[in-house]
């Protein structure tokens, strides 16, 4: 059993900053890809960054610039530095991982369970 809890949401201004985490535990062999997605209301799920195990990552248009993934392969976790952010980055932001549970298996597609962002004044 993998478990991926988020942290960090909240309501900020706009313009403001917040930071997500996201920590897996349970029995983990390794991580590949980590990202985060969001979905606002009435809107479907977007990939919002990605970040695999090398560091590499990817972007959405919409967010280059103004928000950083990074990840601590040591503690399993993921983090999302938002800056400059504005009302449309109001979302629920979802933490998403492969997660390899035993060696020589494929990565299990792994979701938290979502923080709300709320960007308004």
């Known amino acids: 059993q993998v478990q991926l809890v988020e942290s960090g949401g909240g309501l900020v201004q706009p313009g403001g900053s917040l930071r997500l985490s996201c920590a897996a535990s349970g029995s983990i062999v390794s991580i590949r890809a980590m990202g985060w997605y969001r979905q606002a209301p009435g809107a479907q799920r977007e990939l919002v960054a990605s970040i695999i195990t090398n560091g590499r990552t990817n972007y959405a248009e919409s967010v280059k610039g103004r928000f950083t993934i990074s990840r601590d392969n040591a503690k399993n976790t993921v983090y999302l530095q938002m800056n400059s952010l504005e009302p449309e980055d109001t979302a629920v932001y979802y933490c998403?991982?492969?997660?390899?549970?035993?060696?020589?298996?494929?990565?299990?597609?792994?979701w938290g369970q979502g923080t709300l962002v709320t960007v308004s004044s």
């Open positions: 998403n991982a492969g997660v390899v549970v035993r060696w020589g298996t494929n990565a299990l597609d792994v």
